[in-house]
């Protein structure tokens, strides 16, 4: 019986909490671990790279859904990532600003949610970063159009919010024409990066 009243407890301060933050607006800041890598069609040998300086301002809206279910969010913003692969022991990273539009679902309990990201993006490759020759070609790709897919946790410590998260990002845009240096043979390369990132954010409005 004390159990059964506990699970009640628990399921009234859940639905409690849930129903007073329906509609939450928060900015912040995110640093992200980026494990950068591209697959090749057909097989090519090369091995990810690693970097670190990857970091996004963002824009978070948290709301509810026809004033019912409470578990809906949108993020957007700006980030600046370093992408690449290593190929015959030389690393090739490619310097990328990226527009994220995420459906950020969300699940409160006690002073944390759980998230659930899904969406896409849009980047522009702006420049390459190593080695010193590595330069952009009339045949590279500029623009880059993905997915994004992940999730985590999040600390509420009002106004502050701490995310940790891993996500997911998947290019549906080459590198390059996949015609570029044999016409005969196309090479098709898909750029993908898992992220593992800590974000701060701050409530700027809630209600």
């Given at each position: 019986m004390k159990r059964i009243g506990l699970v009640i407890f628990l399921i009234i301060s859940i639905s409690v909490n849930l129903q007073s933050q329906n509609k939450v607006h928060m900015a912040g800041?995110?640093?992200?671990?980026?494990i950068s890598n591209v697959n090749y069609s057909p097989p090519k040998d090369h091995s990810p790279v690693n970097t670190i300086k990857n970091y996004s301002l963002l824009y978070t809206y948290y709301h509810d859904l026809w004033g019912a279910s409470p578990y809906f969010g949108f993020q957007t913003g700006v980030s600046h990532l370093e992408t690449g692969f290593e190929m015959g022991g030389t690393r090739y990273i490619t310097e990328m600003y990226q527009i994220p539009l995420v459906s950020q679902f969300h699940i409160d309990f006690w002073k944390m949610r759980l998230l659930l990201n899904i969406g896409g993006y849009g980047a522009y490759r702006n420049k390459r970063l190593e080695p010193e020759s590595y330069t952009f070609e009339p045949d590279d790709?500029?623009?880059?159009?993905?997915?994004?897919?992940?999730?985590?946790?999040?600390?509420?410590?009002?106004?502050?919010?701490?995310?940790?998260?891993?996500?997911?990002?998947?290019?549906?845009?080459?590198?390059?024409?996949?015609r570029k240096g044999d016409s005969a043979r196309p090479l098709y390369s898909y750029p993908n990066q898992f992220i593992i990132s800590a974000s701060l954010f701050f409530h700027i409005k809630s209600k």
């Open positions: 800041v995110r640093m992200g671990y980026n790709y500029r623009m880059e159009f993905g997915i994004i897919a992940g999730g985590g946790l999040a600390v509420v410590l009002k106004p502050f919010e701490v995310h940790l998260e891993a996500n997911y990002n998947y290019s549906f845009t080459y590198l390059h024409d996949p």
